[in-house]
């Protein structure tokens, strides 16, 4: 059963601005903590933000400043908005929840390419 489901990726220019959604089950939202991870081709998985139930928010140096993590937690809802985009932000963005009971799901992807 899909219970991630990541979507507002495209193409932009540098400098420009997306913002990634990510929609998930009400079951596995509540008390979860919620994060965006990326992907580059020939690149590990990074991590890029993560947000708690009760909102706290963490970033890795390379995004910090340039990207903001949020949740909607009536929506079940996270949402990843990416202001200054570089050419090194392209990747296959991830969703990821992290449960109370210490379980993982992941979403499918959604890609982001910036380039001019």
């Known amino acids: 059963q899909v219970q991630l489901v990541e979507s507002g990726g495209g193409l932009v220019q540098p400098g420009g601005s997306l913002r990634l959604s990510c929609a998930a089950s009400?079951?596995?939202?509540?008390?979860?903590?919620m994060g965006w991870y990326r992907q580059a081709p020939g690149k590990e998985r990074g991590w890029v933000a993560d947000?708690?139930?009760?909102?706290?928010?963490r970033y890795p140096v390379s995004v910090k400043g340039r990207f903001t993590i949020s949740r909607d937690n009536a929506k079940n809802t996270v949402y990843l908005q990416m202001n200054s985009l570089k050419p090194e932000d392209t990747a296959v963005y991830y969703c990821?929840?992290?449960?109370?009971?210490?379980?993982?799901?992941w979403g499918q992807g959604t890609q982001v390419i910036v380039s001019s």
């Open positions: 990821k929840a992290y449960t109370l009971s210490r379980q993982e799901y």
């Open positions: 009400g079951s596995i939202f509540s008390g979860s903590v």
């Open positions: 947000i708690t139930s009760g909102g706290s928010t």
